[in-house]
């Protein structure tokens, strides 16, 4: 993987200049040993694991006591330490770049794709936390028209989600429309083994002509990992939130004067009074009163009632 004949004794140098620095998406740090830079990504396992396996491979170095530990660390089924990264490498096209994993304790490289370089981390997920997922969102550039009549326009390549897997293999998932990945996000459903999630695509353009045009308000669609099943598109100018509820396994989406729950949406500012309030324990709906029963960490319950009437539409009160 690209590591220098200079730094052929030490492979891990250029890595380790990224310990202990902000864990931020494509910090530079050049190796001083060579003309390769290497960019830090994630660590996998997250870093709250990392710390304990590379204590594990150094006392295992050391003799007798590193035995013990490692194959206490075995017991506890802990993963061997691996560091996802991304580097420019010879022959990759501009703006492109190769994602890697790279396993400490074996001292070895693994390519594992070439990506866009405006590819964005969303997240780990996973009973140990092993699947990192990332995403990505391209477009390209032409000028169309002729003279004064020329202008720049864009036009959609490919969206793609990406799941590496044990920094040993990774998945795509594309998508047939564009999306601002910087916004995107992930929830995991709690007591997964599989590591099962929602992503939520942020899509603030569309295709016109075949040329992406600004949508006139955000439009957010929801994925499941299982299936990649595609919710239908439904809008809402702003961030959102998801929380899973246990008692009727599925996601709340939550605005900041929104929720949304299969076909119930509510948009009204009395939702703001739900602030807190996170976990849907209950529906009723008798004839035109829909009542979504909301609890928080101290196990204190709101309500949201939501009323269908002739003169006022939807009157929605939180109780």
Known sequence: MGVCKAAKD????????????????????????????????????????HT?????YKALQRGKKGEERAKNAVRKKRPPPCMLLAARLDGLA????????????RDWFRKLTVVPENIVPLGYVGEGM????????????????????????????????IT????MSCTYRNFGFPVTAGDCFIKEIPG???????????????????????RKGRAWVLARSWDMYCSPIFRYNGAIRADWSLAYKDFVIR??????????????????????????IDITRENDVFKLTFSNGDYEFKTLVSRSTRDRGYVVTVE
Not at 203 to 214: M, N, Q, Y
């Open 94 to 105: 501009d703006g492109s770049i190769a994602l890697a994993s790279y396993q400490v304790s």
């Open 192 to 214: 997964s083994k599989d590591g099962d999630f929602g992503i939520f695509l942020a899509c603030d353009e569309e295709e016109e002509d075949g040329w992406l045009v600004p």
């Open 52 to 56: 304990s396996h590379v204590n594990t």
């Open 10 to 49: 030490r492979k891990d140098f250029c890595i380790r200049q990224s310990l202990g620095k902000d864990p931020g998406l494509f910090r530079p740090h050049p190796c001083p040993l060579c003309s390769i830079p290497l960019f830090f990504m994630h660590f996998h396992p997250p870093p709250r694991f």
């Open 164 to 167: 590496v897997d044990k920094g």
């Open 255 to 280: 605005g900041k004067d929104m929720v949304r729950f299969k076909v119930f949406v509510a948009t009204n500012p009395a939702v703001m009074n739900l602030e807190g309030y996170d976990t849907l």
């Open 130 to 161: 092993e699947k990192a997922v990332f995403i990505f969102s391209d477009a390209g550039e032409k000028e169309i028209g002729e003279d004064r009549g020329k202008k720049t326009v864009r036009y959609f390549m490919e969206t793609a989600l």
